[in-house]
């Protein structure tokens, strides 16, 4: 091993974001090092305003009304053997086995957490609040299981700016800080960031401030300012996702509304007078399905099948590029469809005229135009509610028209009715397994980088949806007259003749609603131009690339940050044009990675659907981070001056008194 020319200098990876996606790269550095770095010297610095283990997003400091959207049992962050790693497998609890420890006196946790840990069962849902005690005990196992010569140093401070050349040592500014931190490696967890309001955002903002009116912008809704809602006044709510629910909880038993249970055995809303009157529409016009209520037994669909490593290598190795809606999504659709038919074959046979070996023979060679595929199902399947038909439950009220806004309350209350009892009836199986195609389908997608919004928001829309309870509430809520469903298509436009905001929906034709409030019930756009992060501002300007949805381009494997200079585009024409990939066309200015700086999470093209996943799910997340962590370590190792290694001191907290700019900040 080499030894540095100045012995006082230890090698040092600096990590800006302290959420769940540090957290979990901590733990892969903890897992790898032994193997690949030894008991050399190292100094890992954790940049983040918020506490390390939650980050800003799972921070203990929210509201206790505030739900996970998975069960206890189905949160994990660590790996298991179906990780697909070079690194170490490394098992630890899941949230639900991390609750029975601490129930039965294993863990320690802080008071106050006793109430919720008793209740808390394998499949509830768990509050954020525990889910960051878990969090943070994971961050503090992942330290604890570092080397004795690798220190830990925090920083609660606000990263602004990396600066450095592509063949030397990095530094990173701290806001408040007035001599930055050398790094010889530089990673970027940062999870879900601001962002600027785009311009029809702004106009409407603009809009509002002229009129006295209210606007809410896209924002993790712990951090926005719902009190400026007023009891009994119309709000219109666009967005129906999570962040709709989260809002809806907020403004109601955030407000003391309180439920209790009819005669029927479903919950009746009791008002505390202080809710506003929710007006909520979207694109699809109806809620994103919910959590499925059963645990799948029997066979499981074989994953991958039509959407595999093999696949994906094709497209890749493609000298044209490739088009997601002509090369891409007739893949997935052909995956989605095997897992749904394997397991309506084999766990409902009686709902079939054919055998499973046939039909599945039958179903590889039919072509992508469809046409042989659905002729294959309908002699296959005879009832039409057993066969999958991905656009229509992509666009679930296409075509459908309300005489009035009435006949629209009763016609959603019966669509969520419907998915209620399909998502807890293990008779519908089917979805569950098109649920795990989904997620394998996911951890294929990570390879092929920016491949637009569809895929993100439809996987969201079927896959993460709430929890079943909280769609009883929302019936509940529909019933006492405090939420109202505006439908598909929902437009919303300033009249400035009546100085107010107007929702239309495709729905029920002719009919308008007016407010003088509006709430925009989705994350910011996690886009490098407009984001309010000062670093990946800083970043884009020296010259890291971007796709065209305005991701951070990142390789797919480790998360090297991709610079502009020798990255070809590919398929300029293409309605979702991409960048080269590691396997496609080379590039013909150089590598374009770059050797010191990393990305991991949502803000790149790389994103893979949470820093925390199932167990057994072979989670991308979990192999981007133990692909980083062997990468960094094994840089360190070949090219980076050691010293001799030193016992690791107490973790260092640097915590400066909070300045202006630490308003926002990484948390994943």
């Known amino acids: ?26 733990e892969r550095i903890a897992a790898n090092a032994p193997e690949l770095y030894g008991d050399a010297a190292l100094d890992l610095h954790l940049v983040d305003p918020h506490p390390p283990g939650g980050g800003r997003i799972w921070r203990a400091d929210q509201s206790p009304l505030l739900w996970m959207n998975s069960t206890a049992e189905d949160v994990t962050m660590f790996t298991d053997e179906s990780a697909e790693l070079d690194g170490p497998v490394r098992p630890g609890p899941s949230l639900a086995e991390w609750a029975r420890a601490v129930r039965d006196g294993e863990i320690p946790v802080a008071p106050g957490l006793a109430d919720a840990l008793a209740a808390l069962g394998p499949r509830d849902f768990a509050g954020r609040r525990l889910q960051s005690a878990y969090l943070s005990w994971v961050y503090e196992r992942s330290v604890a299981a570092l080397p004795p010569s690798v220190a830990v140093h925090e920083h609660r401070q606000r990263a602004v700016r990396v600066s450095g050349p592509r063949d030397g040592r990095q530094q990173v500014h701290l806001a408040g800080r007035p001599t930055p931190l050398p790094a010889d490696l530089v990673v970027l967890t940062l999870g879900h960031l601001e962002s600027e309001l785009a311009p029809d955002e702004q106009e409407l903002s603009d809009f509002a401030a002229r009129h006295g009116l209210t606007y809410l912008p896209p ?49 009746v809303y009791r008002p505390s007078g202080r809710e506003p009157v929710l007006h909520v529409g979207s694109r699809r ?26 696949q994906v290598d094709a497209l890749l190795a493609r000298t044209d590029g490739f088009d997601f809606r002509r090369d891409v999504r007739p893949l997935i659709d052909k995956e989605l469809g095997f897992a749904h038919y394997h397991r309506l074959f084999t766990a409902h046979p009686a709902r079939t005229r054919m055998n499973w070996p046939d039909f599945e023979e039958k179903y590889a060679a039919a072509g992508p135009d469809g046409a042989a595929l ?41 669509w969520i009715e419907a998915d209620l009892a399909r998502r807890h009836d293990p008779a519908h199986s089917p979805d569950l397994a098109v649920f795990l195609a989904l997620l394998s389908v996911y951890g294929q997608l990570v390879r092929i980088g920016d491949h637009g919004p569809w895929w993100h928001g439809f996987f969201s829309y079927l896959a993460s949806g709430p929890p079943g309870p909280r769609l009883r509430q929302l019936l509940a809520l529909s019933r006492a007259g405090v939420v109202r469903f505006l439908g ?4 919303v436009t300033a009249d400035a003749r009546r100085g107010v905001f107007r929702a239309e929906s495709a729905s029920v034709p002719g009919e308008s609603v007016e407010a003088r409030a509006l709430v925009e019930a989705r994350l910011p756009e996690a886009t490098v ?33 991709l610079d502009r200079t020798g990255l070809p585009r590919v398929l300029a024409s293409s309605p979702t044009p991409g960048f080269a990939r590691p396997g496609g066309p080379p590039c013909t200015g150089g590598d374009p990675r770059h050797p010191r700086r990393f990305a991991l999470g949502p803000h790149t093209d790389a994103r893979s659907g949470g820093a925390f996943a199932r167990p057994r799910t072979n989670a991308p997340a979990f192999r981007q981070n133990d692909a980083t962590a062997r990468a960094l370590l094994t ?6 001056a050691l010293p001799p290694a030193a016992p690791r001191p107490a973790v260092a907290l640097v915590r400066p008194a909070p300045t202006p700019e630490d308003s926002h900040a990484a948390d994943q």
């Open 1 to 26: 091993m080499s030894r540095s020319a100045n012995p006082s200098v230890r090698p040092s990876v600096v990590i800006v974001g302290a959420g769940p996606r540090g957290t979990g790269l901590i």
């Open 219 to 267: 924002a993790f809704t712990a951090d926005s300012e719902p009190s400026a809602l007023r009891p009994g006044e119309p709000v219109l709510v666009r967005g129906f996702g999570l962040a709709f629910v989260d809002l809806m909880v907020l403004l109601t038993e955030g407000r003391g509304g309180t439920y209790t249970t009819g005669a029927d055995g479903q919950p």
């Open 285 to 310: 016009g109806v809620p994103y399905h919910s959590k499925i209520g059963y645990t799948m037994d029997g066979e499981r669909p074989p994953l991958p099948r039509f959407f595999g490593p093999e």
């Open 374 to 414: 659905r002729a294959l199902v309908g002699a296959a399947v005879p009832d039409p509610a057993d066969r999958l038909d991905l656009d229509a439950l992509d666009h679930p009220l296409d075509g459908l028209r309300y005489p009035d806004a009435e006949a629209l309350q009763d016609g959603l209350r019966r």
């Open 488 to 491: 598909a298509g929902t437009t």
């Open 529 to 561: 131009e407009r984001t309010r992060d000062a670093l990946l501002r800083a970043l884009y300007a020296d010259g890291a690339a971007t796709t065209p949805t305005g991701l951070l381009a990142v390789d797919p494997v480790d998360g090297r940050i």
């Open 635 to 640: 840089f360190l190792r070949d090219r980076a």
